[in-house]
């Protein structure tokens, strides 16, 4: 028995519906396609530009991101776009902590090498446990380099064989297509919508992403670049999340790690979410990662469908604070 | 003609703990056996997952000079578009309206994307005091032979797999790329 998969997507025409009844097609073709999305359901999970405006380049950076990974302890590729042709050391971590001072922090991958001609490379991929908190990506190279966009997304190697904690169950040949006449049973009708949907709403797609180096060296004038003074309030640029399809409303999670070196700030961030409708979330900046959601339902049609994001940082006269990451994923209400 | 185009679901709120073949109740004390629709809307699931645009990022950032940006985009789309935002000192008195360049297009021709506001200087929130946002979507016209720099969807590859485009720009402090366009028929694929 083997948990077959297509090279891609099979997508079959509607004439290779009419058919005898009990044959094994079209049913396999759908089943081998429940594991093949498994495989190649490959969205964003996080997705993003450093804030930092590196003109001079840097030796060196470092992003702590809140992250929301696979239940089922999935491989991710980490892709990095950079300048060309540079020599770089790229080391990715893991942490179930939420507390940033003194989380630990497990190595899950690291490489040394070039850029390359196009400055974009893939790492990995590394497995990501389903525990983990948050991520910690360090970049060093002996020349400079200008970190230009990060981008996370699931990459599994093989369908398993158990059910997943996701709600994924794989077809294996052995239920149906290499047993002569076997009946059509329900449940692989409904593991192709089942076990794909659950495949959609574990793999969490990045909505909106703002983060920056956590460790500026000074060097070429670098400092934070989401640094907040304690009487200071900020707006910073409206973004746009656009949700294909996404009629219905839905709901925002959003994780923030905001390091003060006074008090918590509470409330220091004010997530103001527009679409058909408006909800608003409000996290502190404590040190740790902060989570918070609310629902709102995306504005326009089809394809087009958004949420504006607006983002409030204040110190509130409390204390100053640097933001190192906020991000946000649509889930189910 | 056979022709299978992609569908748009709201798949958020299904809930994957329900069967595709609904429990009987009563009078109905059995299952009705599998039909044809039974097994299309079976095969359907699968294809909608594979084939359902992602999510396009609100991505912050100071991009001050020309920046790639990577973006996940599923199979089956076309053209994307691109929402940004860009701050800046207000420049009215100079009458100076600002816009992005956009590369990555299959046809090597890049998008400009001209702002309505009067905003001069790229200008970091947490730099200044006031700032202006100037805000624009690329234009949903699919041009098969652009003119240089003419506001247009951007055209991409289109395949099967999902796949990492990267489209590089200059001068913003928001962008989303997004799906604004699909192949109509997926057999075509």
Known sequence: MSRPAPASITVAKPSDFILPEFAVEPLVVALENVNAVYLYHQPAMIQGLPADEYSGGTEGATYLLPVIPSVDGLPYTFELATTAATTITRTYYESSDATISGATYSSIGTVTGSSGASGIVSDGPYTIAAATRHIKIVFSTAATMYPEAICIYPTPAASVPAPTDAGFIAYDDGLYDTATGAPIHKELLDRCRKSTLAVWHDRKQCGYSLFCNTDPDGDEGETHKISIGSGDSITMPIARMRLPGYAASARMTAKAIGITAGATVTDGITITLKGKDSAVIQLDASGAVESGSASVTPDSDDLARFVDVSLVLSGESIAAFELHSLIIWPEAA | ?189
Request: aromatic residues 8%; charged residues 15%; glycine residues 6%.
């Open chain 2, 1 to 189: 003609m056979d022709k299978r185009p992609p569908t748009l679901p709201d798949l958020l709120p299904q809930d994957a703990s329900l069967p595709l073949v609904q429990i009987p109740t009563f009078p109905q004390p059995w299952t009705q056996p599998a039909t044809i629709d039974l097994l299309r809307s079976a095969d359907d699931w699968p294809l909608k997952v594979a084939f359902a645009p992602y999510v396009g990022t609100a991505m912050v950032a100071d991009t001050v000079g020309d920046r790639k940006v990577l973006a996940r985009v599923s199979g089956s789309v076309t053209y994307l578009r691109a929402d940004l935002t860009k701050c800046g000192n207000n420049s009215a008195s100079q009458n100076w309206r600002n816009f992005v360049n956009l590369t990555g297009d299959a046809d090597g021709i890049a998008v400009k994307l001209w702002f309505n506001d009067y905003i001069f200087k790229t200008a970091w929130p947490t730099s200044y005091s006031t700032v202006l946002a100037g805000r624009g979507t690329t234009n949903g016209a699919i041009i098969a032979s652009p003119a240089a720099n003419q506001d247009r969807q951007i055209e991409i590859t289109a395949g099967k797999a999902a796949q990492t485009e990267a489209i590089t720009v200059n001068h913003n402090h928001a962008i989303t790329i997004w799906a604004g366009n699909r192949v109509g028929d997926l057999l075509t694929l």
